[in-house]
């Protein structure tokens, strides 16, 4: 049972840690950003793509507190290949010339755009292609 603000730390950065390596990215790749909606915290993980310099959102979970929050994420990050969907996406971000794809799992073509504009204005990128990828 944790009790005191430094174990809630602790055991807060073992799971991030934990994500981190499930996910086999490195630390400045991933974010986890907190926020507090209708007394719940809502953890947004957010993925960094370094090759164009993009984030995105991996994925949102909420739960009663912080620790609750990443609990529930880690067990998500833990099964996500076999609940949901892979989609492809290629985009041009405004401004830009050069053709991106991206990658995104997803419950269904929308919820994998989401993730593509999470954080953006709609008008900064242009869509050029969703594909529902084969399930191998």
């Given at each position: 049972?944790?009790?005191?603000?430094s174990?809630?730390?602790?055991?807060?950065?073992r799971i991030?840690?934990?994500?981190?390596?499930?996910?086999g990215v490195?630390?400045a790749?991933?974010?986890?950003?907190?926020?507090?909606?209708?007394?719940?915290t809502?953890?947004d993980?957010?993925?960094?793509?370094?090759?164009?310099n993009?984030?995105?959102?991996?994925?949102?979970?909420t739960?009663v507190?912080k620790?609750?929050?990443l609990?529930?994420?880690?067990?998500y990050?833990?099964?996500?290949?076999?609940?949901?969907l892979?989609?492809t996406?290629?985009?041009v971000?405004?401004?830009?010339k050069?053709?991106?794809?991206?990658?995104?799992?997803?419950?269904n073509?929308?919820?994998?755009?989401?993730?593509?504009?999470?954080?953006?204005?709609?008008?900064?990128?242009t869509?050029?292609?969703?594909?529902l990828?084969?399930?191998?």
């Amino acid at each position: 049972m944790i009790e005191t603000a430094s174990e809630m730390h602790v055991e807060s950065a073992r799971i991030q840690q934990e994500i981190k390596s499930y996910l086999g990215v490195r630390t400045a790749d991933l974010v986890f950003e907190f926020s507090v909606q209708e007394g719940k915290t809502k953890l947004d993980l957010i993925t960094i793509n370094p090759k164009h310099n993009q984030a995105f959102l991996f994925h949102s979970q909420t739960g009663v507190d912080k620790l609750d929050a990443l609990k529930k994420m880690l067990l998500y990050v833990k099964d996500y290949k076999e609940k949901e969907l892979s989609y492809t996406i290629q985009w041009v971000a405004k401004g830009d010339k050069e053709l991106h794809t991206s990658y995104f799992r997803a419950s269904n073509v929308m919820d994998a755009l989401q993730k593509l504009y999470y954080g953006r204005d709609m008008n900064t990128l242009t869509v050029f292609s969703v594909v529902l990828n084969p399930v191998s």
